[in-house]
């Protein structure tokens, strides 16, 4: 079966602007998670979404949103766009909102911002 | 805290064995992972296991687990190029997200 999706792979913006990434799960798999992998932070926890609510959510800036859709898909928001904000931004899908599961990753969105 | 500690680098001949070693934090971490990632790809599930094992195997890949000093270990037998890569290890954190290490870099060499 078809693993996780993101879109789009690559993508420029400049400083100010805000950008909407998507995440398709594996099909059956309900929970969402969203990570963001930079050099100098690593992997970061951003958030969790199950069923549609946000379960969980990292130490980051409100300019980080999300949303899940009732097919399990889910997009990312960044507002206001900063240097500091590109990353590569992986999604990762499981079948079980909580305690321990497989948690599957997509192939990332690259971000740069200008 | 949140701190999982891996070696940076490691070097290894083909056809050797890899051992990559990482130490985590919270010893209420109920599963542990290995992922891989190669460049300009996403995070591939390599293995995991549960907390109340101490060993897991699979093909060439083992996994050693000693919970008493939360040291986790990862093995690959016989060493192949394609297994160039770098290797994160993963502790749950509070049952919903994962903590990661900062990553090995794993280099094989002919």
């Known amino acids: 079966k078809a693993g996780v999706t993101q879109t789009p792979r690559y993508l420029i913006k400049t400083r100010g602007q805000q950008v909407t990434l998507s995440c398709s799960p594996i099909?059956?798999?309900?929970?969402v998670s969203w990570y963001q992998q930079t050099p100098g932070q690593g992997l970061q926890f951003l958030f969790e979404?199950?069923?549609?609510?946000?379960?969980n959510k990292g130490n980051f800036p409100g300019r980080f949103s999300g949303r899940q859709f009732s097919n399990s898909r889910s997009e990312m928001n960044v507002s206001t766009l900063e240097l500091g904000d590109s990353a590569l931004y992986l999604c990762?899908?499981?079948?079980?909102?909580?305690?321990?599961?497989?948690?599957?990753f997509g192939e990332g969105s690259r971000l740069t911002v200008l | 805290g949140e701190d999982v500690e891996q070696s940076l680098f490691l070097s290894v001949r083909e056809g050797d064995s890899s051992v990559i070693n990482c130490t985590y934090t919270?010893?209420?971490?109920?599963?542990l992972y290995w992922y891989k990632q190669e460049p300009g790809a996403g995070l591939q599930l390599l293995t995991y296991?549960?907390?109340?094992?101490d060993m897991k195997q699979d093909q060439r890949l083992t996994v050693l687990l000693n919970k008493k000093d939360k040291h986790l270990s990862l093995r690959i037998a016989d060493t192949q190029t394609g297994d160039s890569a770098i290797y994160f290890c993963?502790?749950?954190?509070?049952?919903?997200?994962?903590?990661f290490g900062a990553g090995t870099t794993v280099t094989v060499r002919a």
């Open positions: 990762a899908s499981s079948l079980a909102s909580s305690g321990s599961r497989e948690l599957f």
């Open positions: 993963a502790e749950t954190i509070n049952d919903y997200k994962l903590s």
């Open positions: 099909s059956g798999h309900r929970s």
């Open positions: 296991i549960f907390s109340n094992m």
């Open positions: 919270d010893s209420s971490s109920t599963y």
């Open positions: 979404y199950f069923s549609e609510t946000q379960r």
